[in-house]
């Protein structure tokens, strides 16, 4: 221990302080130290004592609840939030997700009314999901993700009509349609076919972009589907109102099971491993990330996110003059509410802290199903 910080510890632990009686109480037999560290420091360099007592007190500056708000770079908002929506075939659908503690799945004719006191306490954004649940609606193509009459296609329209300022945005993906439940196309021995992958997914995110999609996110992983998207958006003249959210470090793991349940979207054989990232895959999301920005993403996003912070942090590095948002995911959702329920933690103060990180990593958009709750919680 230097001499500096021999004077600093023995004065700050000789201040009577009522916030800190831990420290005062257990060192009382330090006092003939402190005095002669004291009359030391008073002789040889008085401001060595002043500095570090200065130095020392961090207390002071969070003091209050407005100066503690004040430490965080980025407070929670309600403009942050995107909300999930999974939207059914079946018009009068609202049936609850019993794998997501208060989500629903519902059809056409109840999402207005649904989202309708949202709205009024600030719902700000959504991110459509489509829910074919007529097993007749799902083949090899996906093809009905950019059915004309499908959910997602009609969602859109409806909602610019019923609440012209909510920002919403599509998420792009074929698992949700497709009989064997992977994110794109398939060779005959199972494996993506990256080239019409590519080809049928920028085609949807075109159909819900004409649709009125305020942003398309593709959350498929197949490679160049970015730049595939992009170029459809200029040459349909359309890439200036269009807001393109890449999935760009969409990691494979056990943390979606609950959406697969809402979404029907787990894949019939396999796992996604060949196209969504290794959790331990840092440089290759940094190269992923790198990668979609090259090819005209206009915000990347990291999911899951909790369990991936050191990947937003990548991604605010990397796209420092871009948005970055991450997707705090169902199992990280499911996993709050388990251990909630289990008197582990109070559910409110949990859901803070798991976001609070999610934006101190370097996010300034969460898709979170905590959004209802947050809109009660947040005064802003
Ligand atoms: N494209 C969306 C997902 O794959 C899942 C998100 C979740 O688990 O909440
Ligand atoms: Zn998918
Ligand atoms: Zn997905």
């Known amino acids: 221990m230097s001499f500096s910080t021999l004077v600093n510890d023995l004065t700050y632990r000789d201040r009577p302080s009522s916030t800190n009686t831990i420290s005062t109480a257990n060192h009382t037999d330090t006092r003939s130290q402190i005095s002669r560290a004291r009359s030391y420091a008073s002789t040889a360099a008085t401001s060595v004592s002043v500095a570090g007592e200065v130095s020392s007190q961090l207390h002071g500056g969070y003091s209050h609840p407005l100066a503690r708000a004040w430490q965080a770079e980025r407070q929670l908002t309600k403009s942050m939030l995107i909300y999930p929506l999974f939207i059914t075939d079946n018009p009068d659908e609202m049936e609850s997700i019993a794998s997501l503690p208060g989500q629903k799945r519902m059809g056409l004719n109840k999402v207005v009314d649904f989202l309708q006191p949202l709205v009024a306490k600030g719902l700000k954004s959504v991110i459509l999901f489509g829910v074919p649940l007529a097993p007749a609606a799902k083949d090899a193509l996906g093809t009905a993700a950019d059915d004309p009459q499908g959910p997602v296609i009609s969602a859109i329209r409806l909602l610019r009509r019923a609440y012209p300022r909510m920002f919403i945005v599509a998420d792009v993906c074929l698992c949700e349609y497709t009989t064997h439940g992977h994110c794109g196309i398939l060779h005959e021995d199972g494996s993506l076919n990256n080239t019409l992958s590519v080809d049928r997914i920028s085609d949807v995110a075109m159909a819900y972009a004409e649709a009125g999609a305020h942003c398309v996110a593709p959350s498929d992983m197949n490679d160049g589907r970015i730049r595939a ?152």
């Not at 997707?327 to 949990?350: Q, R, T």
Request: net charge neutral.
């Open 229 to 380: 998207i992009k170029l459809k958006l200029i040459e349909a003249g359309i890439a200036h109102r269009v807001v393109l959210m890449s999935y760009s470090a969409k990691f494979s793991g056990c943390l979606y099971g609950p959406f697969r349940d809402a979404a029907g979207s787990c894949p019939s054989f396999g796992d996604r491993k060949c196209y969504q990232l290794p959790p331990g895959g840092r440089g290759l999301a940094r190269r992923a990330i790198q990668r979609d920005i090259s090819e005209g993403a206009d915000i990347i996003m990291v999911k899951p996110a909790t369990q991936y912070l050191d990947i937003i942090s990548d991604a605010k590095e990397i796209g420092k003059d871009m948005p970055v948002a991450a997707y705090h995911v169902s199992g990280e959702y499911a996993m709050i509410h388990a251990a909630a329920k289990a008197g582990v933690f109070d559910l409110k103060a949990m859901a803070f802290e798991a976001t609070e990180g999610i934006l101190r990593a370097g996010a300034s958009i969460v898709v979170s199903y905590f959004t209802p709750d947050f809109l009660d919680w947040l005064e802003t």
